[in-house]
C-alpha cells in the first residue's frame, strides 16, 4: 500500500501522467441506452456528429459508446465541415479492430464508451467540425445515441445509408460523444 501511494505521489509530481495533458474539447454524453442503430455491415449506414472547439489544440482521442462484432473494422474520421454538415475533407482517420469497440450495456441504462485515439493529432483552431463513424466490409457495429432532441446545442449529427438519397441526413438527435485535445 505504502509503496503503491509513493509511486503514485512521484508520478503525479513529474507529471508523467498522459491524461493531465489533455483537455475536453467538446462532448455531449447524455446516452439513451434504449436506443440504438447499426454503423455499416448490410445497411451501410454511417453517422457524423458535428462539434465546435472553442481552443487551439491537437484533437488526441475522441471517445464513443460503440459495440462492434469482432471482425469488424470501424472507420473513424474527423472532418473540416461547409455549413455545419461534414464537408469530406479529411484531417485525420483512425482504422478500429472491432474486438477493442466492446461497449456493450453492462447493466440495465449503462452503455460505456471506448477510444479511438490518433496517433498523428491534428492540431485543429477553433472552429466546427465532425467525426465520422462507418465500418469497412460487410460486419458491423451499434451505436448508442444520446437522448431525442438537441442535447449538444454546438451542431448536430447525421446519417447516410445505402438507401438514403445522396448527402447527409439530419438525424433529430445528437449522439454520445467526448473530444479530447492537448493544448
Given amino acids: ?8 505521489m512521484l508520478c503525479l509530481a ?3 501522467v498522459a491524461a493531465a495533458d489533455t483537455e475536453m474539447g467538446a ?6 441506452a434504449n436506443s440504438n442503430t447499426c454503423v455499416g455491415g448490410q445497411t451501410g449506414q454511417r453517422f457524423a456528429q458535428v462539434f465546435e472547439l472553442h481552443d ?9 459508446p460503440l459495440g462492434c462484432q469482432p471482425q469488424a ?4 474520421t474527423l472532418e473540416a465541415t461547409t455549413q455545419g454538415v461534414p464537408s ?21 441504462g449503462l ?11 491534428p492540431v485543429l483552431v477553433p472552429g466546427v467540425y465532425a467525426f465520422t463513424v462507418s465500418t469497412k466490409g460487410k460486419y458491423g457495429c451499434v451505436i448508442w445515441y444520446g437522448p431525442a432532441g438537441n442535447s449538444y446545442h454546438y451542431g448536430d449529427a447525421y446519417f447516410i445509408a445505402n438507401y438514403n438519397p445522396p448527402g447527409w441526413t439530419p438525424l433529430g438527435r445528437d449522439l454520445a460523444f467526448q473530444v479530447f485535445q492537448r493544448p
Wanted: proline share 6%; aromatic share 6%; charged share 15%.
Fill in 56 to 64: 487551439t489544440g491537437a484533437v488526441s482521442h475522441l471517445m464513443l
Fill in 111 to 121: 452503455v460505456g464508451m471506448r477510444m479511438i485515439e490518433f496517433p498523428r493529432a
Fill in 27 to 32: 462532448e455531449q454524453i447524455l446516452m439513451d
Fill in 88 to 108: 469530406g475533407t479529411v484531417l485525420a482517420s483512425k482504422d478500429v479492430p472491432g474486438y477493442v469497440m466492446d461497449a456493450y450495456p453492462t447493466a440495465p
Fill in 1 to 8: 500500500m505504502y509503496r503503491s501511494s509513493l509511486a503514485l
Fill in 14 to 16: 513529474s507529471g508523467a
Fill in 73 to 76: 473494422v470501424v472507420r473513424i
